[in-house]
């Protein structure tokens, strides 16, 4: 133990605090470990890039993770309102103080939520080959810690500056198919070579 708290303390200390800026900065701007955090940077759960599939931010999303702190958080709200309804003074005024707490909590949780959605809509396949940055791309709005690097990329995808990628083609097929058409690199790359 010692003054620090218990290993597990310190170590959870470490990977809401210093260990992504710092993991970024060893990967050179290609971090293997990704902190995806809610818009507020309250909530977060760390993937590793190598083991991502179509499925994570589903498994994510769902009652695992982000789906059973929502339920959590609604629960212990409920409970404190009703405790706080029984309650006077201080003791009322305390109980108020972590309702809005818990509260803003859950809005930002909620706010993480919604935007998972809205990329699994959009459709959300990471392909090893494409690399680090590219799979990251599609993913910028839930790395707010590391945001700048994710969506220029986003925007050099969106441009059609990596249209030999399968993330290009996963989005913007129509206009991946034209450029294989001109480009016979695209065209293996994407097995449209004939």
């Not at 690097?149 to 969106?158: F, I, Q, S």
Request: proline residues 5%; aromatic residues 12%.
């Amino acid at each position: 133990t010692g003054r620090d708290g218990e290993p597990t303390d310190q170590l959870r200390r470490y990977f809401a605090g210093p260990f992504f800026k710092e993991h970024v900065k060893q990967y050179r701007k290609r971090p293997v470990y990704w902190l995806l955090q809610s818009p507020k940077k309250k909530y977060g759960v760390y993937v590793f890039h190598e083991r991502l599939t179509g499925d994570t931010l589903y498994r994510i999303r769902g009652d695992e993770y982000v789906g059973s702190k929502l339920k959590l958080l609604d629960a212990r709200i409920a409970e404190l309102r009703t405790r706080r309804d029984g309650a006077e003074g201080r003791e009322r005024r305390q109980l108020e103080k972590q309702i809005d707490e818990l509260e803003t909590l859950r809005d930002d949780v909620k706010a993480f939520a919604d935007t998972i959605d809205r990329i699994t809509r959009r459709g959300y396949t990471p392909h090893i080959d494409d690399g680090v940055l590219i799979n990251m791309a599609p993913l910028w709005e839930l790395i707010p810690s590391w945001r700048a690097e994710p969506k220029k990329c986003w925007k050099a995808l969106e441009n059609g500056d990596y249209d030999w990628s399968h993330m290009a083609m996963d989005y913007w097929p129509e206009r991946v198919k034209e450029k294989c058409k001109q480009n016979r690199s695209y065209a293996i790359a994407h097995g449209l070579a004939e």
